[in-house]
């Protein structure tokens, strides 16, 4: 199984586009065939490729496009993970 972005893989992610906070919206291809859009809570490049190996695997598993696109907007993260602490107002 390959899943990438730029090189042509099995499961590639299309159309990406992100959000004011950075969270990547795109659609998913298998083998060149729709598989479904998914929007994802946190943000970065290196979580769409995270989110798409993730869609690959349960893909494999006749898990429809739709059901782990639900699951994606119940998560928003790990834990602690991406916290803001402080402003640079608030710090001056």
Request: contains cysteine.
């Amino acid at each position: 199984i390959t899943f990438g972005i730029e090189n042509k893989s099995d499961w590639m992610a299309a159309n990406i586009s992100y959000d004011s906070k950075g969270c990547g919206k795109f659609d998913v291809y298998n083998h060149g065939n729709f598989f479904g859009s998914f929007r994802l809570g946190i943000p970065g490049k290196h979580n769409i490729l995270n989110s798409l190996c993730s869609i690959a695997c349960a893909g494999i598993f006749n898990i429809k496009g739709e059901v782990i696109a639900d699951s994606f907007k119940e998560f928003s993260g790990t834990h602690r993970r991406l916290k803001k602490k402080e402003s640079l107002m608030e710090l001056q």
